[in-house]
């Protein structure tokens, strides 16, 4: 059974720096590609790109690009997002998810609970 | 980058009825890359359909997906109770994109 776990809920001050992870139990880590996505309190659905651990392939979205960092590391299975210079329009419910029985599809089947990022002075 | 539409914005129906969203693409994108997510609250995001009509382990035959080129449908054929949620169009694109969602209500 894959499952995929996140780092717990963050409260930060606007400029900090900040890494969550996302580690994976049950999967082929390095031959899947895993997710971010970003959900603002009561607003929609982003993806804000994929890394493909297997060789560090990363795909940003144009509105992340530059904003945001992914990463993985292969030996402890886990995928990481980090920010460098937090804004308060930061704040939302991070989701990592990979494509597992679903490979080559691009469709993501397996989910983490969620990090919760709070940016607030 | 693409922009999917989905269309209602919010569905109102009964138990037993049968709904259909919506999800029109910018530009014509392969088949093999249109998936639709069911989202409740408090929850992570559903996998219901991946390369336009497959479906994952465990999700209800009452769930199908249609379309190719810009247009695509979720279709549930007879809606249970459990199945008032907001539901995501996904295309890819050199990343994925995820359009603006549609909410089944309880009418």
């Known amino acids: 059974e894959v499952q995929l776990v996140q780092s717990g809920a963050e409260l930060k001050k606007p400029g900090e720096s900040l890494k969550i992870s996302c580690k994976a139990f049950?999967?082929?880590?390095?031959?899947?590609?895993i997710g971010w996505v970003r959900q603002v309190p009561g607003k929609g659905l982003e993806w804000i790109g994929i890394?493909?651990?297997?060789?560090?392939?990363?795909r940003y979205s144009p509105s992340f690009q530059g904003q945001v960092t992914m990463s993985a590391d292969k030996s402890i299975s886990t995928a990481y997002l980090q920010w460098s210079s937090l804004k308060a329009s930061d704040t939302a419910m991070y989701y990592c998810?990979?494509?597992?029985?679903?490979?080559?599809?691009?469709?993501?089947?397996?989910w983490g609970q969620g990090t919760m990022v709070t940016v607030s002075s | 980058e693409i922009v999917l539409t989905q269309s209602p914005g919010t569905l109102s129906l009964s138990p037993g009825e049968r709904a259909t969203l919506s999800c029109r693409a910018s530009?014509?994108?392969?088949?093999?890359?249109s998936a639709w997510y069911q989202q409740k609250p408090g929850q992570a995001p559903r996998l219901l359909i991946y390369?336009?009509?497959g479906k994952p382990t465990g999700i209800p035959d009452r769930f199908s997906g249609s379309g190719s080129g810009t247009e695509f449908t979720l279709t549930i054929s007879r809606l249970e109770p459990e199945d008032f949620a907001v539901y995501y169009c996904?295309?890819?694109?050199?990343?994925?994109?995820f359009g603006g969602g549609t909410k089944v209500e309880i009418k």
């Open positions: 390369a336009t009509s």
């Open positions: 996904q295309q890819y694109d050199n990343s994925p994109v």
């Open positions: 049950g999967s082929r880590f390095t031959m899947n590609w």
């Open positions: 530009q014509s994108l392969s088949s093999s890359y």
């Open positions: 890394i493909y651990p297997g060789d560090s392939d990363t």
């Open positions: 998810a990979t494509s597992y029985e679903t490979s080559g599809f691009y469709a993501f089947d397996f």
